[in-house]
């Protein structure tokens, strides 16, 4: 198989995300076989972010100390919205927020829950930048051999260093 085929798999995961800022998924390959995927989005069990702009009395508490009012969110557009996003945070700010799970670790720990093993195994992933350090960090640990991405900026982060010292390779999809 060639990276194009598994890019393609990426995306189709991908449009199963429920995070309403960004779309991401990511395939974890061994021998040639697609063994697990993974999309961005709240842990098992947890609702999208709609339902926190009705229950989440922190998160509501918060948007009415920044002058926002949740009534005024009653429209689709705006319930389908990142908490982030509607308080103005940027990216990387706000954290604290999301609870949505990077498609390459939310990959990886639904291998685990399954008991497949990732050892000596691949994985490609969608979403740019990436990877991350936490999700990169998780790959070291769980075996993973390549990571295979669309635009890899490793080398322009403070990730660089791990990679003399750590058995992975980091790449870009060869289209």
């Given amino acids: 198989?060639?990276?194009?085929?598994?890019?393609?798999?990426?995306?189709?995961?991908?449009?199963?995300?429920?995070?309403?800022?960004?779309?991401?998924?990511?395939?974890?390959?061994?021998?040639?076989?697609?063994?697990?995927?993974g999309a961005n989005g709240p842990a098992k069990g947890i609702p999208e972010c709609s339902l926190r702009y009705k229950e989440d009395q922190l998160l509501l508490s918060i948007m009415s100390k920044n002058g926002i009012d949740p009534k005024t969110l009653k429209d689709t557009f705006a319930i389908k919205k990142c908490p982030g996003k509607v308080l103005n945070y940027v990216p990387l700010e706000g954290d604290e927020f999301c609870y949505s799970i990077h498609a390459i670790k939310n990959c990886l720990l639904e291998a685990a829950s399954l008991g497949i093993s990732t050892n000596g195994a691949k994985i490609y992933c969608n979403s740019i930048p990436a990877p991350c350090i936490e999700c990169f960090l998780s790959c070291i640990q769980a075996g993973i051999k390549e990571i295979i991405v669309l635009e890899n900026k490793i080398q322009e982060s403070t990730l660089s260093w791990t990679l003399k010292y750590a058995d992975i390779i980091v790449r870009d999809f060869n289209l």
């Fill in 1 to 37: 198989m060639n990276d194009k085929y598994y890019l393609d798999h990426c995306i189709a995961t991908s449009k199963t995300s429920k995070c309403h800022t960004r779309q991401s998924g990511a395939v974890l390959v061994k021998n040639d076989d697609i063994i697990c995927r």
